[in-house]
């Protein structure tokens, strides 16, 4: 059930561009996008509907693939604070939520 | 503008005691969340509340495992008889309607079961 995400791990520089990809064998209905440093809580950063609205907070894109049930996070002119650990995350059956495997993105000067 | 507070931040607990690890959700939030994080991994869900009612409880990893929000604010997790394995960082979680929507954190609680 739980959604599977690549890279593992990505290293830029700062500038540099990058995606992640997140894929599902479930349907999925939405899907979140959070990013977790170290030693701190998750912070989230969208949400895609299915249908194609999106929101979110900060100036980084996504898309959404209902029938290929996949979702990716684009980050643009990275910065060295968006280091961090990516998670998507899509609610399931019931009331439950699954988070992805995770994308640890390090961005360095 | 208070957000999520946990409390204890950190727990350190003999195997076999018990503990119990609370959870403030922002005032007004309908929706609340309990994962499980362990080192290196993604937070797993253990269980979800609609306010005052235990709507999911599937993630519970055991029977030790108990959560309740009795006045749909405040909830508690409660482990009894806490084993290693259970040695992981607890979230908590709230959002403002439905579990679909945006989840503000707390800063997790980390249990060590020695």
């Known amino acids: 059930q739980q959604p599977v995400q690549s890279p593992q791990a990505v290293i830029l520089r700062e500038g540099e561009d990058a995606v992640i990809n997140c894929s599902s064998s479930?349907?999925?209905?939405?899907v979140h996008w959070y990013r977790q440093k170290h030693g701190e809580a998750p912070v989230f950063l969208m949400i895609l509907l299915k249908g194609g609205e999106q929101k979110g907070h900060e100036k980084i894109s996504a898309s959404f693939n209902e029938k290929k049930q996949q979702s990716s996070l684009y980050l643009t002119a990275s910065q060295l604070s968006y280091s961090g650990t990516y998670f998507c995350?899509?609610?399931?059956?019931?009331?439950?939520?699954?988070f992805g495997t995770g994308t640890s993105l390090t961005v360095i000067p | 503008g208070a957000g999520v507070s946990q409390s204890p931040r950190y727990k350190v607990a003999k195997r076999g005691q018990d503990v119990a690890l609370r959870c403030d959700p922002i005032?007004?939030?309908?929706?609340l969340f309990w994962y499980q994080q362990a080192l290196g991994q993604g937070p797993e869900f253990l269980t979800y509340f609609q306010n005052e009612a235990q709507l999911d409880k599937s993630g519970l990893p055991s029977d030790r495992f108990f959560a309740e929000r009795p006045e749909g604010s405040v909830s508690t997790l409660k482990i009894q008889r806490t084993q290693q394995e259970d040695s992981a960082v607890y979230l908590c979680?709230?959002?403002?309607?439905?579990?679909?929507?945006?989840?503000?954190f707390g800063p997790g609680t980390r249990l060590t079961v020695l």
């Open positions: 995350g899509t609610p399931a059956a019931g009331n439950q939520f699954y």
């Open positions: 979680a709230s959002s403002l309607g439905s579990g679909g929507n945006e989840q503000f």
């Open positions: 005032s007004g939030h309908v929706s």
């Open positions: 479930k349907a999925l209905y939405s």
